[in-house]
Structures are given as C-alpha cells and as structure tokens.
C-alpha cells in the first residue's frame, strides 16, 4: 500500500522540486499540499504550488493555505537574500501557467489534523518550511497529529553553520516559537537538517536529462531548478533540501546516522533559532529526537534525478 503524505510547504525551488519528487514517488500518495510563508508569503506559496501541481497533471492534488507569519499574527516581509536564491516569484523567476484553481476553504491546520485523524498510520506529516502550520495543528488537536505515522521536517543545523545566522537555519529561524511548541508536544519528530542536506547538491551535470527532454513541464522545471543551484551558493550547486525530507520520510535509511537527541530552539539574542541539546532533558532516556547526521548523498542524487524525470518526460 502506497504511504499517503502531505507536503508542507513554502514554494520556494526545492520546494517545488519536493512536490515533483512525492508525485513521482511510486510507494507514497500525496493526498495534499498545505503552504506557509518563508521563501516567499503564503500567497505566492499557494499560488506556485497550485500552478506546479497543474503543470505536472495534478490538479487532483488539494492545495490549503496556512500561516501568514509567524505564529498567523503578522505579515511576512520576505528577505532580500531570498529573491536572488529563488527569484522574484519564488520558482526562479519561471513563468508557469496560471492554474484556475483556488486553495480550499479549510485552513493548512485543520487539514493537517483532520487527516492525521482519518489516515492514522498510513500518513505521513512532511513540513519543509517555518513550523507554523505544524505547531497550529497540534494546538488544535495533539490527540490526532499524534496518531499519524511519522513527523519529518526539513530544519536545523546542529553540526554546520545556519544559513540565515551562523547559529540558525531559515525554517526553525523563521517562527522560533512554533518550532519549540513542536517540540514540547512530546511527539517523536525526525530531523532532516542542513547537516544533511548540504551533502546533497545538484548541479546542471546531475540534471543534464531534464535538459534535454522536449516539452514545457521540463522546460520550467529545468530552468527553475538551474536558477536556484546556480545563485543559492554560486557556484557550487543547489542543496536538496526539501527533496531530501520527501526521501528521509519514505526511505529513512536515506539517512545512514539519525541521532536520537532531545533538542530546544534558543529564542531570541544572537543565537536565537539555534537547536542544541535541552539539558534539562540531559538524563531523559527517552529521546524524541531523531537528527540526520549523515546520508547516502550519492544514492539520492541518483534517485531524486530519475524519479523527477519520469514525471516530467
Ligand atoms: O533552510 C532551507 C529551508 O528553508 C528549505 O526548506 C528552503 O526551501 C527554505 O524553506
Ligand atoms: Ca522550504
């Protein structure tokens, strides 16, 4: 039986090439996709989730619009760093077409909760922007996210520098709240940070076989993904965030160290977003924390390079 799954998402690049590897994934079922702000707000998320998921035939898929900010209370400024690593829209500055679709009615949270209560074991709850939605649905109903199969989320940088502070990393940094209420729920979470993610980096050789396909859905996702790894670090490629998350939740042993840990987020000062050991949970032998330390980096390149390409041919 295929794992259902939702995607939580700031759409972003790699968050786009996330949606487009999970529908491409033949052992999970992406029953929705639920947006955030972050790489851009919460309504262009929504918008270029919705125009992806069209492009790529899928607009069977639900797209639920969340947070607006941190915490739902304020608007969200996106940083200027951000257009130049996904562009001014998000996608790299790709024109997709526009879909006619509309998020549903229902908000990311109540989605999220409603789903973990109907599907159980059989879904799995993937957050690969700011942990708002995530921390609003187990505000709604802690009984019901905790039912789920798994919590995969794509945040924290234990053993690296961040990447928006040298102590944090964007997802955890962007509502440092949310994230630690998601971590006092109690539920056992499982970390895909940059620790991992920065071993996993495409550059326009891994993807030449997009190139050459001859049709628009390969077109706009090849140029999407060619802006992204050609400004996130210069030169040297594009960190598969999101993708990685997708992968670690389907095939955990993508992940060949997780570090059981029971982590907090430093709040606010010059370490605010950083995750480090909660001493107060020292001599705490059940540890809720499951941190990627390190991956099969080459064996996911490979896999995330053929599945995307089959739904793109
Ligand atoms: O730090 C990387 C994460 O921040 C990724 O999820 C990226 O898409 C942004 O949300
Ligand atoms: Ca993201």
Avoid at 123 to 129: E, K, P, R, S, T
Avoid at 208 to 234: I, P, T, V
Wanted: with cysteine; net charge negative.
């Amino acid at each position: 039986m295929k794992t259902k799954i939702i995607l939580d998402v700031d759409t972003g690049i790699d968050d786009a090439l996330a949606i487009t590897f999970a529908l491409g994934r033949k052992d999970a079922e992406l029953i929705g996709v639920t947006t955030c702000f972050g790489n851009v707000t919460f309504e262009t998320a929504s918008r270029n989730s919705l125009n992806l998921l069209d492009l790529l035939g899928r607009s069977d898929v639900p797209v639920y619009a969340g947070a607006k900010g941190p915490g739902d209370e304020s608007e969200w400024q996106v940083r200027e760093h951000l257009y130049r690593i996904h562009g001014n829209n998000g996608i790299g500055n790709v024109e997709l077409p526009v879909s006619k679709r509309k998020v549903e009615e229902k908000k990311a949270w109540q989605f999220m909760a409603e789903a973990c209560r109907k599907y159980r074991d059989e879904l799995i709850l993937i957050c690969v922007g700011p942990l708002t939605n995530l921390a609003k649905a187990i505000e709604l109903d802690r009984e019901a996210v905790g039912l789920c199969k798994k919590i995969v989320i794509m945040g924290g940088a234990l053993t690296v520098k961040g990447n928006v502070t040298p102590y944090a990393e964007a997802n955890i940094y962007n509502d440092v709240k949310a994230a630690q209420k998601v971590i006092d729920s109690g539920l056992d979470l499982y970390f895909v940070g940059l620790d991992v993610t920065l071993q996993t980096i495409i550059t326009g050789n891994d993807i030449m076989r997009w190139k050459q396909l001859d049709n628009e859905k390969a077109g706009k996702l090849y140029e999407a993904a060619s802006y992204y790894y050609s400004n996130e670090f210069e030169v040297v490629g594009g960190a598969m965030h999101d993708p990685l998350a997708v992968e670690a939740a389907l095939d955990p042993e993508i992940i060949t160290e997780w570090f059981p840990v029971n982590l907090m987020v430093e709040q606010e000062g010059v370490t605010k977003g950083r995750m480090i050991g909660d001493k107060d949970l020292l001599n705490e032998p059940r540890k809720r924390i499951h941190y990627g330390l390190k991956v099969n980096g080459e064996r996911f390149v490979k896999d995330f390079e053929e599945t995307v390409l089959n739904v793109i041919s």
